[in-house]
């Protein structure tokens, strides 16, 4: 999965979320070590009301360090 399996029973304890990527990264999405992509929104999905209720209403703090495609100057 996209998040350990332990990080939804750490939700309780946390006041906010403060999440920073630094990847490679093309136009939208992440690229991890094994080549694969990741979509920004499938990463930030994981945080909404929905997949994580105790953040409801908690802040949520995003870094992504990554550049965004191949064109240079762009």
Known sequence: GLLPPSLPQ????????????????????IICTNGEKVLIEDILSK???REAPPLKGKPKFFIFQSCRGLKIGD
């Open 10 to 29: 750490v939700h309780h304890q946390l006041d906010m979320a403060v999440v920073a990527i630094l990847s490679h990264g093309d136009n939208g999405s």
């Open 47 to 49: 945080f909404n009301n």
